[in-house]
């Protein structure tokens, strides 16, 4: 179980199979991405993961600045456990 939250743009995280994305204002909808952009970035960026711990998923606008969101191995070790890693 892990927890995590992300105020600006309010994804919340609180163990595997609960993640939820609210949107908390206008300014917040242009940085959302849908689910197939998501999947296609995690493909993009999985080849790399072999070689690197981290990798730069991407890099939101929000109102306090830019906030860069990294996916990690561990991140996606445990996903890939609990079935969810670009499950639909």
Same mark, same amino acid.
């Given at each position: 179980?892990?927890?995590?939250? *992300?105020?600006? /743009? +309010?994804? *919340?995280? =609180?163990?595997?199979?609960? %993640?939820?994305?609210?949107?908390? #204002? +206008?300014? %917040?909808?242009? /940085?959302?991405?849908?689910? #197939? !952009? %998501?999947?296609?970035?995690? *493909? +993009?960026?999985?080849?790399?993961?072999?070689?690197? =711990?981290? +990798?730069?998923? =991407?890099?939101?606008?929000?109102?306090? @600045?830019?906030?860069?969101?990294?996916?990690? !191995?561990?991140?996606?070790?445990?996903?890939?456990? @609990?079935? %969810?890693?670009? =499950?639909?």
């Amino acid at each position: 179980m892990f927890r995590s939250k *992300i105020c600006c /743009n +309010a994804l *919340i995280v =609180s163990d595997i199979n609960n %993640v939820q994305l609210k949107e908390r #204002s +206008a300014a %917040v909808t242009k /940085n959302m991405m849908s689910l #197939s !952009d %998501v999947k296609r970035r995690l *493909i +993009a960026i999985e080849e790399n993961m072999d070689q690197m =711990s981290i +990798a730069e998923f =991407s890099t939101f606008e929000t109102n306090n @600045g830019d906030l860069t969101l990294y996916i990690t !191995d561990r991140l996606r070790r445990k996903c890939r456990k @609990g079935k %969810v890693w670009k =499950s639909n």
